[in-house]
């Protein structure tokens, strides 16, 4: 037990003075802090197994006890000190344990189906892990990639326990709305100059205008790859109304059509995820991508006698669905859709 209260005392303090220490000195300070400490009481794999064992000799008195209750206050030092080297793409070995402790098999008179062991692996997730997200994701750079799927398993799992981890997990889908909203507008800037100074593309502002169309476009890029984690009502309103509309859009629009603008099209349309078109039968695309689409149709009835920029733009469109864009290209130009 005093090792236990010990353990607590120096994480708490590493917490609190993390913004006086450098990231290098906390974690070589924590490096050797289980050094004395016995496996059973600081690996968690086996710290669950006694509280197995009680569950499975003792079954009645380890209900009595409501040790499900206890079990992330217990476990809470041990996941904070893994946790202060976090790393979104890093998958650790205490979500397994924690996992087959709270589903694992079981004989079924021990372990119910009602059983609040269920509900462990949610509220260690809520009450060590989410928090710690958090705050990461209101500190990181808008070219990070989405945390992994140790945090959307116990979210999205049919077994867990929603309401234990609802409001955690709304708090961290709101912080990342509101930091990506953010990163959009302080980082997002595509200056409109007047087409006589664009003509030449060895001018500073044509050049400078290039580097902040790719700069958006890369933004956009981040932004959707948060599809499946972020609501796609949000992730639409970011990526396509605050970003492509708003900006992008703007200079397609004021640009010449030709090879560059096909290009530029083609990666606009490959950031675009393919969940929000599957099983769309409208003939229209959605409805926030109804200028671009306009947009794409004007290109290719300007380049209708460019076969490559033509075939590609048609090919664009029907990538995002708008078939009655398709169909008035194709009979117009009495094209058929084989060739395309």
Not at 26 to 34: A, G, H, T
Not at 276 to 287: E, P, R, Y
């Amino acid at each position: 037990m005093l090792h236990v209260y010990r353990c607590i005392l120096y994480i708490v303090t590493c917490l609190q003075v993390h913004s006086v220490y450098s990231h290098y000195r906390i974690m070589l300070r924590c490096k050797d802090l289980f050094d004395d400490v016995h496996e059973d009481f600081h690996r968690i794999k086996n710290i669950l197994s006694k509280f197995q064992e009680w569950r499975r000799r003792f079954s009645e008195s380890y209900y009595d006890a409501y040790i499900s209750l206890c079990i992330p206050k217990l476990l809470n030092p041990l996941l904070r000190a893994q946790l202060l080297t976090w790393s979104p793409l890093e998958q650790f070995e205490w979500y397994s344990d924690v996992e087959d402790f709270s589903w694992g098999s079981e004989d079924p008179e021990s372990n119910p189906e009602d059983s609040p062991d269920h509900h462990v692996l949610s509220a260690v997730v809520e009450k060590c892990v989410l928090p710690k997200v958090s705050g990461e994701l209101s500190n990181a750079a808008p070219q990070q990639q989405p945390p992994p799927c140790i945090l959307r398993r116990p979210v999205s799992d049919e077994r867990s326990d929603h309401v234990h981890v609802a409001a955690q997990f709304n708090g961290l889908l709101n912080s990342l709305v509101s930091r990506l909203q953010k990163a959009i507008e302080d980082n997002v800037f595509i200056p409109l100059y007047a087409k006589s100074v664009l003509e030449d593309e060895t001018s500073p502002h044509s050049q400078f205008q290039e580097r902040q169309f790719w700069s958006a476009v890369k933004m956009l890029q981040n932004v959707l790859s948060w599809d499946g984690f972020l609501p796609e009502e949000s992730l639409q309103e970011l990526g396509l109304d605050k970003l492509l509309n708003r900006y992008l859009l703007l200079i397609l629009l004021n640009a010449r059509p030709g090879p560059d603008m096909v290009k530029k099209c083609s990666k606009i349309v490959e950031c675009l995820p393919q969940s929000w078109f599957k099983g769309f039968d409208s003939g229209s695309s959605i409805t926030r991508l109804s200028n671009f689409s306009k947009h794409l149709l004007q290109c290719a009835h300007t380049l209708h006698t460019a076969d490559d920029g033509y075939v590609l733009l048609v090919s664009l469109l029907k990538k995002l669905k708008a078939m009655d864009y398709v169909e008035t290209i194709l009979g117009k130009y009495n094209v058929a859709e084989m060739t395309l």
